[in-house]
């Protein structure tokens, strides 16, 4: 049975990562998790872009660049140091996928929020503080499961 017969038939048992060699600490993917939904929080509450921009444009760094840290990370880094808490190496690639959702997304938010469509900007904004609320409770990364799902039977 191949992906698109399985996913037809309701098989969600698998997912399917993309794979790197390259390792992130799990500690700061999940604080990077948590400073996301306040930047995206003060963004709803005062009803300035600034805060989504601010956001897009980490997510840029984090997902095409090859800068080490992006600001959040940076601070994330810096927080796992004093809370001391252990390193958990994990595969990179899954995020790398999972920023680039978030900067498409947090790009939107910033859009619609300079539209003057706060309505339709909370929406995406929800999605991506749910997204990011999953990642930081639970260590479930939506990145795997939207690749799985939306773009690996492309592929199939």
Do not use: H, W
Not at 52 to 79: E, G, H, N, V, W
Not at 133 to 152: D, K, P, W
Request: net charge positive; aromatic share 14%.
């Amino acid at each position: 049975m191949n992906f698109k017969q399985e996913f037809m038939a309701g098989n969600f048992k698998q997912l399917i990562c993309p794979i790197s060699e390259e390792r992130v600490n799990e500690r700061v993917t999940r604080i990077n998790a948590v400073v996301g939904i306040l930047l995206l929080g003060a963004a709803f509450v005062t009803g300035s872009f600034v805060f989504p921009a601010f956001l897009t444009l980490d997510f840029y760094i984090r997902a095409f660049t090859k800068a080490k840290f992006s600001p959040i990370s940076f601070l994330s880094q810096q927080m796992t140091n004093v809370l001391q808490l252990d390193k958990k190496e994990i595969d990179k690639a899954p995020k790398i996928f999972a920023a680039r959702l978030g900067f498409l997304m947090s790009a939107v938010v910033t859009l619609l929020m300079l539209m003057g469509l706060n309505t339709a900007a909370i929406v995406v904004g929800g999605v991506l503080v749910f997204f990011a609320s999953l990642e930081f409770a639970l260590a479930v990364c939506m990145g795997c499961i939207l690749y799985t799902y939306l773009v690996l039977p492309f592929y199939d």
